[in-house]
């Protein structure tokens, strides 16, 4: 192993643990010496590869904005044109749950993100975080499946964050139940119907 591959998969490595401990810890309650106690490296040589805790937080939720949006990648709005909306949105579930069952950081993220979100957490990492916005993609789904007459009425924004919250509520209870099975898509989406 290169010195550069070596150097990247210690970044990876911080990166991660930081994600595990900001979820179950929380962001606050976590320090930079946890962190390095926890990879294992001394807290000088984590400074080598983040300057704060502040730059981490938010190089973990760049992370988490990249994942969201590679999930999207590859749905064209004539594929969604092709499929109902309930479908689109019980395929993407089962795609994203599959996912984070093979890789279950991807809960711990799930958690952050929400978190990062909230009043009170660094500025920065806040913005990134806000701008990963599928509450507004979902809503036109939403709009399309009552105009199809596939969901049922009622304010579309609305409830594509319901939808969103309940998947949102799923995923902190894998997080934190590691045996947890993962629900069956079509129950998540039947909230709509």
Known sequence: MTRKEQKE???????????????????????ITDIAEAVPMSTGLMFHYFKSKEEL?????????????SLRKGITPDM?????????????????LSYAKDEPWVFHMFVLMGQARRTGMPEE???VALS????????????????DGI?????????????WASVQGIMEEMAMDKDMKAPNPEWIVGLLR
């Open 125 to 127: 990492s806040r913005q």
């Open 151 to 163: 969901f049922h009425g009622g304010d579309a924004k609305l409830m594509s964050r319901c939808f």
């Open 80 to 96: 969604m044109a092709q499929v109902q909306p309930d479908q689109y949105l019980v395929g993407f579930l089962r795609k994203m």
């Open 132 to 147: 990963v916005d599928i509450v507004d993609d979902t809503a036109g789904l939403v709009a399309k499946g009552q105009k």
């Open 9 to 31: 998969e210690r970044r990876k490595a911080i990166l991660m643990t930081a994600l595990t401990l900001f979820v179950e810890k929380g962001y606050y309650d976590t320090r």
């Open 57 to 69: 937080l938010l190089e973990v939720v760049k992370m988490g904005a990249e994942g969201t949006k």
